[in-house]
């Protein structure tokens, strides 16, 4: 089986949310993410929405949390460590991030109309 837990707490951590917090964001119980930080819940017990509920307020793909190649790739956590990271700095990071998805979705969509 495999847990995602160690994953879901670094980006917590990265972004300063709290358990009650990403629980409120997520509509889920407190005790339940906390059990998937804890690696009581495995990858697959994990209900595909609230997986993506979670990423989503973690500013990231879902297979963020169990693909290394995703990452190693993320915007977020490639420009951290570049002088001081502040909540503000971190704030700019999320949304630069964000708009660079929805840019790809655009994108994508109208590729498929040509």
Same mark, same amino acid.
């Given at each position: 089986? =495999?847990?995602?837990?160690?994953?879901?707490? *670094?980006?917590?951590? $990265?972004?300063?949310?709290?358990?009650?917090?990403?629980?409120?964001?997520?509509?889920?119980?407190?005790?339940?993410?906390?059990?998937?930080?804890?690696?009581?819940?495995? =990858?697959?017990?994990?209900?595909?929405?609230?997986? $993506?509920?979670?990423?989503?307020? $973690?500013?990231?793909?879902?297979?963020?949390?169990?693909?290394?190649?995703?990452?190693?790739?993320?915007?977020?956590?490639?420009?951290?460590?570049?002088?001081?990271?502040?909540?503000?700095?971190?704030?700019?990071?999320?949304?630069?991030?964000?708009?660079?998805?929805?840019?790809?979705?655009?994108?994508?969509?109208?590729?498929? *109309?040509?």
């Amino acid at each position: 089986m =495999l847990y995602i837990g160690e994953h879901v707490q *670094e980006r917590m951590s $990265l972004l300063a949310i709290t358990i009650e917090e990403l629980a409120y964001k997520t509509f889920m119980e407190p005790s339940e993410i906390d059990d998937i930080i804890r690696n009581k819940i495995a =990858l697959e017990e994990i209900d595909e929405l609230d997986l $993506l509920l979670i990423s989503n307020v $973690l500013h990231c793909k879902p297979e963020y949390f169990y693909d290394e190649k995703v990452r190693n790739n993320d915007f977020l956590v490639n420009t951290m460590n570049r002088g001081n990271d502040t909540e503000d700095s971190r704030n700019v990071k999320v949304k630069i991030q964000d708009y660079i998805k929805d840019f790809i979705f655009v994108n994508e969509i109208l590729a498929e *109309e040509n």
